[in-house]
């Protein structure tokens, strides 16, 4: 083992509801405790969040409803949890942003004091951005095995960015060459708005993806609740998200 721990380091993974910390509860917590002498133990529990599992989020953990219908809630399970962390330090792979929120949410919520004062926390994810950097000129060296001189300079930026297009292209044979096919795979997630506050269902209908109506049509929420297409025009949404609501809503109408 190359780290040298000087006390139990627990790695962990969430699967979750969602990726709103305050909001979303855990369906599933993995932890490895791995101890100074490279001894290790582990633990997996599915966990009823007790609310709904979105089929966005089942899509992506393969975790549903009904898989934690019989499961413990994680008030039943945080004192298990705690009992394997204490006196720990934490690991994970985007940790700090999301994982250990998340877990102190929780946590707190099922009554336990946690203090993330007494943790070292330790992101693989962080150190792999820092230690391999995922910026234009890291790109440019490695696609184009050229430095990039002027950097944030808005000229050469942009021929800086379209030879490492071009050259990513030739790079991997599998990566189509049509901006039809590129385009498809750049996007994250499909949307109807460039915000991602309007997703699409598999019938290809516009849904919320936020709010007290995510998940739910568009065109079915302006039918039964005029008033929250109101709320969204005059609240702070960017104006193309505000631009495609109201085509939706003026299609609801027919």
Same mark, same amino acid.
């Given at each position: 083992?190359?780290?040298?721990?000087?006390?139990?380091?627990?790695?962990?993974?969430?699967?979750?509801?969602?990726?709103?910390?305050?909001?979303?509860?855990?369906?599933?917590?993995?932890?490895?405790?791995?101890?100074?002498?490279?001894?290790?133990?582990?633990?997996?529990?599915?966990?009823?969040?007790?609310?709904?599992?979105?089929?966005?989020?089942?899509?992506?953990?393969?975790? *549903?409803?009904?898989?934690?219908?019989?499961?413990?809630?994680?008030?039943?399970?945080?004192?298990?949890?705690?009992?394997?962390? *204490?006196?720990?330090?934490?690991?994970?792979?985007?940790?700090?942003?999301?994982?250990?929120?998340?877990?102190?949410?929780?946590?707190?919520?099922?009554?336990?004091?946690?203090?993330?004062?007494?943790?070292?926390?330790?992101?693989?994810?962080?150190?792999?951005?820092?230690?391999?950097?995922?910026?234009?000129?890291?790109?440019?060296?490695?696609?184009?095995?050229?430095?990039?001189?002027?950097?944030?300079?808005?000229?050469?930026?942009?021929?800086? *960015?379209?030879?490492?297009?071009?050259?990513?292209?030739?790079?991997?044979?599998?990566?189509?060459?049509?901006?039809?096919?590129?385009?498809?795979?750049?996007?994250?997630?499909?949307?109807?708005?460039?915000?991602?506050?309007?997703?699409?269902?598999?019938?290809?209908?516009?849904?919320?993806?936020?709010?007290?109506?995510?998940?739910?049509?568009?065109?079915?929420?302006?039918?039964?609740?005029?008033?929250?297409?109101?709320?969204?025009?005059?609240?702070?949404?960017?104006?193309?998200?505000?631009?495609?609501?109201?085509?939706?809503?003026?299609?609801?109408?027919?």
């Amino acid at each position: 083992m190359n780290l040298k721990l000087h006390k139990p380091l627990c790695v962990f993974d969430l699967e979750t509801t969602g990726i709103q910390v305050a909001k979303d509860r855990i369906v599933e917590i993995s932890i490895l405790k791995v101890n100074p002498d490279a001894s290790r133990e582990s633990k997996t529990w599915l966990v009823n969040p007790e609310m709904f599992i979105p089929k966005e989020s089942s899509d992506i953990h393969g975790i *549903t409803n009904e898989d934690v219908k019989d499961s413990p809630t994680f008030k039943e399970i945080a004192g298990k949890v705690i009992d394997m962390i *204490t006196g720990c330090d934490l690991g994970g792979f985007n940790s700090n942003r999301f994982d250990v929120p998340l877990l102190a949410e929780e946590l707190l919520r099922a009554g336990f004091d946690f203090d993330l004062t007494k943790f070292k926390l330790v992101d693989a994810q962080t150190i792999f951005h820092k230690m391999e950097p995922r910026n234009l000129t890291a790109a440019y060296q490695f696609y184009c095995r050229k430095s990039l001189e002027n950097a944030h300079s808005a000229e050469a930026d942009v021929l800086a *960015t379209f030879e490492v297009l071009d050259a990513q292209v030739g790079h991997y044979p599998d990566l189509p060459n049509d901006i039809a096919g590129l385009s498809e795979i750049s996007s994250h997630h499909k949307f109807a708005d460039l915000a991602g506050f309007i997703a699409f269902d598999k019938e290809e209908k516009e849904v919320f993806s936020f709010g007290k109506y995510k998940g739910q049509r568009v065109k079915d929420v302006f039918q039964k609740d005029l008033g929250y297409y109101g709320w969204i025009q005059n609240a702070d949404f960017p104006l193309y998200t505000k631009k495609v609501l109201t085509g939706i809503q003026l299609r609801s109408k027919f």
